[in-house]
């Protein structure tokens, strides 16, 4: 079982950076495979990144690609994403998740998942 909490969500004017926070909780963070989602209003839920339990592979969205980076330290049982040139469009609720076993981008395959933050891009 592995519980998630994100964090470092707000409002940003178009151009600026957040960085978000994915803290977990129980010994078996290292073994998970970790992704960062996000959910407009009235659209799916769609994967952002993805990092694998050593940190050694990531995955992007195309739409986030140069702009946006994840990383993970095991030692602290956190995942982050850091969001740069941000748009109006990357206005969401972001959510991470975790599975033990999935390597990809389908929301349904993952087991764990935050309750969500509100990042916010005024333009």
């Known amino acids: 079982q592995v519980q998630l909490v994100e964090s470092g969500g707000g409002l940003v004017q178009a151009g600026g950076s957040l960085r978000l926070s994915c803290a977990a909780s129980?010994?078996?963070?290292?073994?998970?495979?970790m992704g960062w989602f996000r959910q407009a209003p009235g659209k799916e839920r769609e994967i952002v990144a993805a990092i694998t339990s050593s940190g050694g592979n990531t995955y992007y969205a195309d739409s986030v690609k140069g702009r946006f980076t994840i990383s993970r330290d095991n030692a602290k049982n956190t995942v982050y994403l850091q969001m740069n040139s941000l748009k109006p469009e990357d206005t969401a609720v972001y959510f991470c998740?975790?599975?033990?076993?999935?390597w990809g981008r389908g929301a349904e395959k993952y087991d764990y998942w935050g309750q969500g933050t509100q990042v916010t891009v005024s333009s």
């Open positions: 998740a975790a599975s033990p076993t999935y």
């Open positions: 129980g010994r078996t963070f290292s073994s998970y495979v």
